[in-house]
């Protein structure tokens, strides 16, 4: 993983606590996107999920061709931000990067749900029901 001020790689890991993080993941990209969002906010910008192995992946329930699977996608909340207001920076800040860039709203707590953002290599924006 690239050197920077915030992230370890452990934060990237699959959360089965099995499998081996793949070579070269994070990409440098991605690495350099969550360190833009985390200086823009000055807050923790927590990961809630990285790399899934096909397992794990399958055991959440998420999509077979996921993102995350391959270890180029993070679900993340900023600390003390609301995420409406992250999926607005991201949107406004990355629009014109090739960038998969989603948002899972909870609408008891602004503060949680989380915004979604993978280097998929083409430009994909949704929003989870």
């Known amino acids: 993983m690239k050197a920077n001020l915030y992230f370890k790689l452990d934060e990237f890991k699959c959360r089965c606590g099995k499998c081996q993080l793949p070579k070269d993941i994070p990409s440098d990209e991605l690495v350099d996107i969550l ?71 909870n609408f008891d707590n602004p503060y949680a749900g989380f915004v979604h953002i993978d280097t998929r290599g083409k430009k994909a924006r949704w929003t989870y029901a």
């Open 35 to 105: 360190c833009q969002i985390r200086e823009h906010f000055n807050s923790p910008l927590i990961i809630n999920s990285g790399y899934r192995c096909p397992d794990h992946n399958a055991k959440v329930g998420a999509a077979v061709k996921s993102q995350h699977t391959i270890g180029s996608a993070v679900d993340f909340v900023v600390k003390g931000v609301k995420t409406q207001d992250v999926h607005q920076y991201v949107l406004d800040n990355f629009n014109d990067k090739d960038l998969g860039v989603a948002i899972k709203h």
